[in-house]
């Protein structure tokens, strides 16, 4: 074992532990802090009045209305490979979480992106709702119902006619 030498050897070696021990506390402190301000609230969600349902409806920036699948609870996944060329997941980057209404979570999809929930159900879009106040996911029917999430109602009322007939998986 090597000796530290002279005494002023040894002064100046336990002012460099001193240092290198607060910088390191520092360093620790500031870490959590940058971990800390990485979860960021986004408001990607808004509730507007449908018309044509004639009740309040989610829907994303754009004002696309936002779905939920019926089957897909307690974070089973139905709407993972086919399907998602007619649904789109809502999704966020990982860390934030959505704001503008009541209820909102993530969880994270079996492709590891992160999926905004409300009332613990995953949130999609429909590929054929061009305009904002479009529902023509509405109602439609496979391993589950599609309906609009709805913080004034717990379904939507169905269209006469839809379905997909076991299309997507």
Aim: proline share 6%; glycine share 12%.
């Amino acid at each position: 074992m090597q000796t530290l030498g002279t005494p002023h050897r040894r002064a100046l070696f336990m002012g460099a532990l001193a240092v290198l021990a607060a910088l390191a506390a520092v360093g620790a402190r500031g870490s959590t802090a940058a971990r800390d301000s990485s979860t960021a609230k986004a408001h990607i969600v808004k509730t507007v009045e449908n018309r044509m349902l004639d009740q309040a409806v989610l829907v994303n920036l754009r004002g696309r209305t936002l779905y939920s699948l019926s089957a897909e609870t307690r974070g089973r996944f139905i709407c993972t490979t086919s399907c998602l060329s007619l649904w789109t997941p809502l999704v966020v980057a990982r860390g934030t979480t959505p704001t503008g209404a009541k209820l909102l979570a993530t969880i994270r999809r079996p492709d590891g992106r992160t999926q905004v929930t409300y009332r613990g159900r995953p949130l999609y879009t429909f590929v054929q709702d061009r305009r904002p106040g479009d529902v023509k996911g509405n109602g439609f029917k496979d391993v589950g119902v599609w309906h609009p999430a709805s913080p004034t109602a717990t379904k939507a009322a169905a269209p006469p006619s839809g379905g997909y007939g076991g299309l997507y998986g």
